[in-house]
């Protein structure tokens, strides 16, 4: 099973601000690999796949790099609602499917 | 729009049964396939099973398998899951999911709300 590590747990910005999120794998996912966002009391929202793929909908401010077993989720200019949960997720060993811990981005 | 609407969630007894369905809209059902992935409270995402478009192939999490299983009906355009002997770490917010790709690529492009599972004595 592929495991992948985000970090950090926690990042703590202010609007406007860059965010940089960092997922890891245990080994080689290729390219397969998905970020998503999470608010409270929200289901998951796709947000890129196949490491720097944007999916419908999701503003320029998201980008995605990487491949192998390192990986980057950058969003460029902080909006207030991007303070969620955001999680990777690898396709490229399944079964299992498997997602990072998450990493949080909160308001400093 | 493609909407999801999980149901059939409860409070159930360790040991006992549950079947969650996942009504599905706004996309044609029978070429995706389809993902029950679960949140335990306060906890990250974990994905459960998934089945192809066709119900030809079916693949389960190691915590599941033998307990789970996953099925649909594409005439009706419903996923289902059956949970037996339920434990209390099955406790979770259970989420069905549509497949990114037409065909089974791995990743979800559409959740719905979720469906609670708290397993209780």
């Known amino acids: 099973e592929i495991v992948l590590t985000q970090s950090p747990a926690t990042l703590s910005l202010s609007p406007g601000e860059r965010a940089t999120l960092s997922c890891r794998a245990s080994?080689?996912?290729?390219?397969?690999l998905a970020w998503y966002q999470q608010k409270p009391g929200q289901a998951p929202r796709l947000l890129i796949y196949?490491?720097?793929n944007r999916a419908t909908g999701i503003p320029a401010r998201f980008s995605g790099s990487g491949s192998g077993t390192d990986f980057t989720l950058t969003i460029s200019s902080l909006e207030p609602e991007d303070f969620a949960v955001y999680y990777c997720?690898?396709?490229?060993?399944?079964?299992?499917?498997?997602f990072g811990g998450g990493t949080k981005v909160e308001i400093k | 729009q493609v909407q999801l609407v999980e149901s059939g969630g409860g409070v159930v007894q360790p040991g006992r049964s549950l079947s969650l369905s996942c009504a599905a809209s706004g996309f044609t059902f029978n070429s995706y396939g389809m993902h029950w992935v679960r949140q335990a409270p306060g906890k990250g995402l974990e994905w459960v099973a998934v089945?192809?478009?066709?119900?030809?192939?079916?693949y389960y999490a190691d915590s599941v398998k033998g307990r789970f299983t996953i099925s649909r009906d594409n005439s009706k355009k419903t996923l289902y899951l059956q949970i037996n002997g339920l434990r209390a770490e099955d406790t979770a917010l259970y989420y069905c999911?549509?497949?990114?790709?037409?065909?089974?690529?791995?990743?979800?492009?559409?959740w719905g709300l979720g469906t609670p599972v708290t397993v209780s004595s």
């Open positions: 080994q080689s996912v290729s390219n397969y």
């Open positions: 999911a549509r497949d990114r790709g037409v065909g089974t690529l791995g990743s979800f492009d559409y």
């Open positions: 196949d490491a720097s």
């Open positions: 997720q690898q396709r490229n060993n399944w079964p299992p499917l498997t």
């Open positions: 089945i192809w478009f066709d119900g030809s192939k079916k």
